[in-house]
């Protein structure tokens, strides 16, 4: 019989890593397309002062409207502003707000939801609340918002979390509804256990899939809106150069000079494509009914 060869557990470690990345390529090629795209974006917007000399702000009129070039990758503006580093500089801001709107919705969401699915007296109050700002389309209540406020990058964020935040509480509150029921809780309250400790250590780690999931499409979403106000003059300051901003100075030009809009709109395309590719992704490898038909 031949030798039976042995493998050390650090070895079968390895073995696993190394069988692991081939068999999540084979079950989840597109995940992997948006998780490479999503780093380069991110890679793009954190080393901006790396990919082009031009400052996204210093004015040239001589250079004005011109065409991409060797020098000017994606052409200039009507005030000789070069594209590339607007682009690329406006990356950080989609980003920033696409990231930022995510997280504080989910927080907020999440500890609203917790307590209105635990607490059906509570409940009744918070959803006709959460329902009530449902009912409102959401670009409507962020150009409201934000006319209360002046623009900034700051109240951008604020004036496109208020909207999320009742979609969050939704999905939240519909799986506090069904795990408050099981037996485990059961047993928790049985066992004489408080309220906060039955909520954050049983409760709460089973509504974190679904969770994320929302959270990708809400900062898909995000950066979506923000394009939106921008374009609309209700967004950021009109000096920072967000995908919004140059797309909507580039619009009396665009017979003139299309590459204005067109580079930023395919940065913001493929931003959000990145985004949604993940959480696609991500809905079908936590979900387990998914999970198990793959």
């Known amino acids: 019989m031949p030798p039976v060869e042995v493998m050390s557990p650090w070895e079968e470690l390895g073995a696993k890593k190394t069988r692991w990345f081939p068999r999540f390529?084979?079950?989840?090629?597109?995940?992997?397309?948006?998780?490479?795209?999503?780093?380069?974006?991110?890679?793009?917007?954190?080393?901006?002062p790396l990919w082009t000399p031009f400052d996204p702000q210093e004015i040239n009129p001589i250079e004005r409207l011109r065409e991409p070039s060797?020098?000017?990758?994606?052409?200039?503006?009507?005030?000789?502003?070069?594209?590339?580093?607007?682009?690329?500089?406006?990356?950080?801001?989609?980003?920033?707000?696409?990231?930022s709107v995510?997280?504080?919705s989910m927080v907020a969401g999440l500890a609203?939801?917790?307590i209105s699915g635990y607490y059906s007296g509570v409940d009744k109050v918070v959803m006709r609340i959460m329902d009530g700002l449902m009912a409102i389309p959401s670009i409507l209540l962020a150009i409201a918002l934000m006319a209360?406020?002046?623009a900034s990058v700051q109240n951008v964020i604020i004036a496109l979390t208020i909207p999320e935040i009742p979609r969050v509480v939704r999905v939240v509150r519909a799986s506090v509804l069904s795990l408050r029921e099981q037996l485990f809780v059961e047993a928790m309250r049985a066992a004489g256990a408080k309220v906060?400790?039955?909520?954050?250590?049983?409760?709460?780690?089973?509504?974190?899939a679904p969770l994320i999931v929302q959270g990708t499409y809400i900062c898909a979403s995000a950066v979506i809106f923000e394009a939106y106000l921008s374009f609309l003059g209700a967004g950021t300051p009109p000096h920072i150069p967000s995908w919004g901003n140059i797309m909507a100075e580039g619009r009396p030009y665009v017979q003139l000079a299309f590459w204005i809009v067109l580079f930023p709109g395919i940065f913001l395309a493929l931003t959000v494509l990145a985004i949604n590719l993940v959480g696609d992704g991500l809905r079908?490898?936590?979900?387990?009914?998914?999970?198990?038909?793959m």
């Open 70 to 99: 060797a020098l000017h990758w994606f052409g200039t503006d009507h005030l000789g502003r070069d594209i590339f580093a607007r682009t690329i500089y406006g990356s950080r801001i989609s980003l920033i707000v696409g990231l």
């Open 196 to 208: 906060p400790r039955i909520l954050f250590r049983h409760i709460m780690p089973n509504t974190v």
């Open 148 to 150: 209360l406020m002046k």
């Open 112 to 114: 609203i939801g917790l």
């Open 102 to 104: 995510s997280i504080i």
């Open 284 to 293: 079908d490898t936590l979900d387990p009914k998914m999970a198990r038909r």
């Open 25 to 48: 390529l084979e079950r989840q090629p597109t995940m992997v397309m948006g998780i490479v795209l999503l780093l380069l974006m991110v890679a793009v917007a954190l080393g901006s």
